[in-house]
C-alpha cells in the first residue's frame, strides 16, 4: 500500500484531526516540491527530494521515501538515471496522493 496508516498513527497520537493537517501538509509540499523538478539543476533537484524523502518517512509513504531518494541519489552521482527515478517518484507521489485521497474521504 501506498500509506502506511499504522506508522501515521503512531506519529499522530491516533488523533485524526492531527493526522488529516499533516496528511494535507504532505500534499502541499509534494505538489510544490514536485513542480519544476524536471527542470531544475540536479542541486535544486537532490535537495527537493531530500525534503520530499524527510516528509513521506513521517506519514508513512514508504514508496514516496525510496523512489524520492533515488532521485537524490541520481541528482548527486547518475545524471543518466534521473530522468527515469523522477518519472518512478511521480508515480509514487500519485499513489501517495490516490491513497491519502482515500484516507481523507473514509475519515
Same mark, same amino acid.
Given at each position: ?12 497520537? $491516533? ?12 500534499? $502541499? ?28 518517512? $513521517?506519514?508513512? +509513504?514508504?514508496?514516496?521515501?525510496? +523512489? ?37 474521504? $473514509?475519515?
Amino acid at each position: 500500500t501506498a500509506l502506511d496508516r499504522a506508522h501515521l498513527e503512531r506519529m499522530t497520537f $491516533g488523533d485524526q484531526p492531527l493526522a488529516r493537517e499533516v496528511l494535507e501538509l504532505f500534499l $502541499g509540499q509534494a505538489q510544490t516540491l514536485m513542480a519544476g523538478l524536471d527542470r531544475a539543476p540536479p542541486a535544486a533537484v537532490a535537495a527537493a527530494a531530500h525534503r520530499l524523502k524527510g516528509s513521506a518517512r $513521517g506519514i508513512g +509513504a514508504w514508496g514516496v521515501a525510496a +523512489a524520492a531518494e533515488a532521485v537524490e541519489q541520481a541528482a548527486s552521482t547518475r545524471p543518466e538515471a534521473l530522468a527515469a527515478a523522477l518519472a518512478a517518484l511521480g508515480r509514487a507521489v500519485e499513489d501517495a496522493k490516490a491513497a491519502i485521497a482515500a484516507l481523507l474521504q $473514509g475519515a
